[in-house]
Structures are given as C-alpha cells and as structure tokens.
Nanobody
Framework: QVQLVESGGGLVQAGGSLRLSCAAS????????MGWFRQAPGKEREFVAA????????AYADSVKGRLTISRDNAKNTVYLQMNSLKPEDTAVYYC????????????????????WGQGTQVTVSS
C-alpha cells in the first residue's frame, strides 16, 4: 500500500518561495511515477507538474513553467516541488500523486492516471 504525506505549505507573499515535499512510503526507489496537482476553491483539480520514475523526464503546466520545479530523491522516496516567484493565483491546496507505471520515462498529466493521493497541503500567496 502506497501512502503519500505532503509538507511544506504555508502563507507567503507574492514573489516569495516555498518548497513542498511528498514522502512516499510503499513506492520503493524508482517504482512510481509522481505528480503534483492543485485545487483552488470552486475550481477543478488541475495538473501542476509530473516526474518520471527515473527522474529524468519532467512536465509542467504552462502556468507554472519557469517558476516551479519538480524533482525527486529516490533514495529518500521523496518528491519535491520548488516554487519560486509565487503569484496570488498559485493559491490552492496542493496534492501529491503516485502510481506504478511500466515505462521509466512515462509522464502522467491527468488525475485519473494516479491511484494514490496525499491529503494535500495549503499554499496561500498574498498580494
């Protein structure tokens, strides 16, 4: 059973930075592809970033390209989301997601491709 625990959310001023972490127990080493999604009040859950099992391939939503960076440390079974130059529109609950994918380079940008989800962590960016 895979369990995901996010941390690192909080309140930050526009232009500031945060780093989210997602500890994945049950996804040994590089067995799971990972992703970050977010959901703002009254809106649907949207894709933010994804990283392949190997960590060598990444994908980003257009709205976050150049500002957010996804990475992973397979030795620690942890995925990170470095968030720079934050904007008020980045305010949302951020969710970590994981699933077993056969391809080591496969990237999954859709929520339905993930079986396992964390509880979410709130990110609030003030103007």
């Amino acid at each position: 059973q895979v369990q995901l625990v996010e941390s690192g959310g909080g309140l930050v001023q526009a232009g500031g930075s945060l780093r989210l972490s997602c500890a994945a127990s049950g996804c040994a080493y590089s067995s799971c592809g990972m992703g970050w999604f977010r959901q703002a009040p009254g809106k649907e859950r949207e894709f933010v970033a994804a990283i392949s099992r190997s960590g060598g391939n990444t994908a980003y939503a257009d709205s976050v390209k150049g500002r957010l960076t996804i990475s992973r440390d397979n030795a620690k079974n942890t995925v990170y989301l470095q968030m720079n130059s934050l904007k008020p529109e980045d305010t949302a609950v951020y969710y970590c997601a994981a699933n077993y994918f056969s391809g080591s380079k496969y990237l999954a940008p859709y929520p339905h491709e993930y079986r396992y989800w964390g509880q979410g962590t709130q990110v609030t960016v003030s103007s």
